[in-house]
């Protein structure tokens, strides 16, 4: 709301306003005067309308400034303007950061001296403000420092290092699917999720040590005298708030957090190759499975160079029409009489020199160039294909493929995945489309949207990975899904943790109250299935017990023709 104020008739500000009517109109800087005593300031137009200012003459200018002043230049604002009011000094010169209208903090530059009036009394405090354009040090969106000072902050401290022999380490962080946050809401919304994190991680850093924020979503800090221990306890702490799901303007994102850390001088002499080295320990975490710190080393570096030829070769296998690439396949029995029920689809791939490779080395890989749209496909019309020829001798059989949350964009799958059940004639209920916890990034809305296509088609879907992700009980509640598989991680510790085991109890409980079945991922042991069968109750199992993953012929061979062999391991 504008405000209109007069000035009163005793105020030098009556006096002056000739004057500063013609300055403000010729004058590149901003300008302001102050009156004191009558704690009313007059502004030049141009500073109203950048700082969306409620009018040109201001009751208790002090007050409102401070509150667009960056919480980090506060404290020297106010020591600064306080000196002048108690008359400690007749001029101030002062470099802070300035939250504008379009919200972007700005570096300004404001100097102001007290003039006094004809009688020696100090009557009015004026001066201006000006941007610091080229030497600005702060990043606009999170008002933090940006990049530019993080370089020069980085050579002074190799310089210390060179004149005290006193190291450190240099950690970039970078948000994890940042990208997911901004296509799902809108930039603006995205710089608001930045400018939050930013603030998260300040408040956890030890004191002393800046946080910098670089290009896109990625922050850094240099933190003098570190080991790896106070890098993994920071990353730790941080990991505390960012691993549980957030809500901004009534808006929920998952924002989890990658790291990469180098040390200097051990791994680079110069700017240049430890933000280089920090940035390839980076990108090695979050092709790893993000939400994780990486320390650079010369075996990541080698590992970096292998994952970008990688990429080419993935490239090129997909040309070639995904010939080196080969499913494998994994049972799921009933959980109570352990026949067969399905089988997992999982993904392998062949390099140029022949040699297997896991999914975890390559998914990411596949995810990140967006391959996995062509592969994905490739992987479905396989597996349909097989569990078509297996229901000759398995009527039943059901299929479960992985697909990723890439795959679920892409406008083109539903229908893809609707005509390769009709050329193959299979019916829908044989095939389970299985989507990681963790996939399932923020957009649970459309994640259902794309779960209700399927669903209505007879598709079932289920919940991958269950209780690796962040907020499980939230998915359970605000998804549809048919089937829930539990992840190894908890079936690992039942046998020595109760909690565990109670956990799977009540989550199969939970899930058979809402009609959703349950299978269990990773039973190895047979004490681990005989407690599960006992007091969990689920519906099926998949484990290396029964049988680990297998090329078809082996699968057949195995399972199929000699269904026996699910059954005589355990008893
Ligand atoms: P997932 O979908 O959770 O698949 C189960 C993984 O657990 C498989 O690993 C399987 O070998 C492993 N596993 C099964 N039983 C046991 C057990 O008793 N003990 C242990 N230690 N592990 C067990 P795999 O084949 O390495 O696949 C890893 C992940 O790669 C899959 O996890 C899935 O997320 C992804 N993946 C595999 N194939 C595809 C695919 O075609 N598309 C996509 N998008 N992702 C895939
Ligand atoms: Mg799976
Ligand atoms: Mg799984």
Same mark, same amino acid.
Not at 206 to 211: D, E, N, Q, R, S
């Given at each position: 709301m504008k405000q209109h104020i007069k000035i009163p008739p005793e105020s030098m500000l009556g006096k002056g306003k000739f004057l500063f009517d013609i300055l403000k109109e010729t004058c590149e800087e901003y300008l302001f005067a102050y009156d004191a005593k009558a704690n009313i300031t007059m502004l030049s137009p141009k500073l109203v309308q950048e700082f969306d200012l409620p009018g040109d003459i201001l009751p208790d200018i002090i007050k409102s400034w401070s509150q667009l002043i960056h919480p980090d230049d506060v404290a020297n604002y106010v020591t600064s303007t306080r000196e002048i009011l *108690?008359?400690?000094?007749? *001029?101030?010169?002062?470099?802070? /950061?300035?939250?504008? /209208?379009?919200? #972007?903090y700005v570096w300004m530059h404001c100097h102001g001296k007290v003039i006094c009036d004809s009688s020696g009394e100090r009557a009015l405090f004026v001066g201006t403000l000006s941007r610091l354009v080229r030497r600005s040090r702060a990043d606009i969106v999170t008002g933090l420092l940006n990049k530019y000072q993080f370089e020069i902050d980085v050579k002074a401290a190799l310089d210390n290092f060179r004149s005290t022999g006193e190291g450190g380490s240099l950690v970039i962080f970078g948000v994890d699917n940042f990208k997911i946050i901004n296509e799902t809401y809108n930039r603006f919304f995205g710089d608001l999720v930045l400018n939050r994190i930013g603030r998260k991680i300040e408040n956890i850093l030890?004191? &002393?040590?800046? @946080?910098y924020k670089l290009d896109g979503d990625e922050f850094a800090i240099i933190y003098s005298k570190a080991i790896n221990v106070d890098v993994v306890d920071l990353f730790q702490s941080l990991q505390r708030y960012t691993n549980s799901q957030h809500e901004l303007d009534k808006r929920k994102y998952l924002c989890t957090i990658s790291a990469g850390t180098v040390f200097f001088p051990?791994? &680079?002499?110069?700017? $240049?190759? @430890?933000?280089?080295?920090? +940035?390839?320990?980076? +990108? @090695?975490a979050k092709q790893s499975g993000k939400n994780k710190l990486c320390f650079f080393s010369k075996e990541t570096y080698n590992r970096w160079v292998k994952s970008i030829s990688l990429r080419d070769e993935l490239k090129v296998s997909v040309e070639n029409g995904c010939k080196e690439f080969e499913l494998f396949f994994q049972p799921q029995v009933d959980a109570v009489d352990r026949t067969l029920k399905g089988a997992e689809a999982l993904l392998r791939w062949h390099n140029s020199r022949g040699k297997m490779v896991a999914p975890m080395n390559f998914i990411p890989?596949? *995810? *990140?160039?967006?391959?996995?749209?062509? !592969?994905g496909k490739w992987v479905f019309e396989e597996a349909v294909k097989v569990c078509k020829e297996w229901q000759e001798l398995v009527p039943d059989i059901t299929m479960s493929i992985n697909v990723s949350y890439e795959q679920l964009k892409d406008v083109t799958f539903k229908e893809f995945v609707q005509d390769c059940m009709a050329r193959y004639n299979i019916a829908a209920k044989s095939i389970t489309l299985e989507l990681t916890e963790s996939c399932i990034v923020s957009d649970? #809305?459309? !994640?259902?949207r794309e779960f209700d296509f399927f669903r209505k088609q007879g598709v079932n879907i289920a919940m991958d990975d269950f209780g690796t992700g962040y907020?499980? $009980?939230?998915? @359970?509640?605000?998804?549809?899904?048919?089937? !829930?598989?539990?992840? /190894? +991680?908890f079936v690992k510790k039942i046998l020595q943790n109760d909690f565990d085991k109670m956990l799977i109890e009540y989550t199969v409980k939970l899930c058979h109250s809402v009609g959703m079945t349950v299978c269990i991922e990773g039973v190895e042991e047979k004490e681990e299935y005989q407690l599960l069968l006992d007091q969990c109750k689920a519906d099926t199992i998949q484990g290396y017990l029964f049988g680990r993953p297998a090329p078809k012929a082996d699968f057949v061979r195995k399972f199929i023709i000699d269904q026996e062999n699910l059954k005589v391991k355990v008893i």
């Open positions: *108690e008359h400690k000094t007749d *001029e101030y010169k002062l470099e802070y /950061r300035i939250k504008n /209208r379009q919200h #972007e030890p004191a &002393g040590v800046k @946080l051990k791994d &680079g002499k110069n700017y $240049l190759s @430890l933000h280089k080295h920090a +940035e390839v320990a980076l +990108e @090695l890989l596949l *995810e *990140e160039t967006k391959l996995i749209i062509p !592969v649970w #809305e459309f !994640v259902n907020s499980s $009980l939230s998915y @359970l509640k605000n998804l549809s899904t048919d089937i !829930v598989k539990i992840d /190894r +991680e």
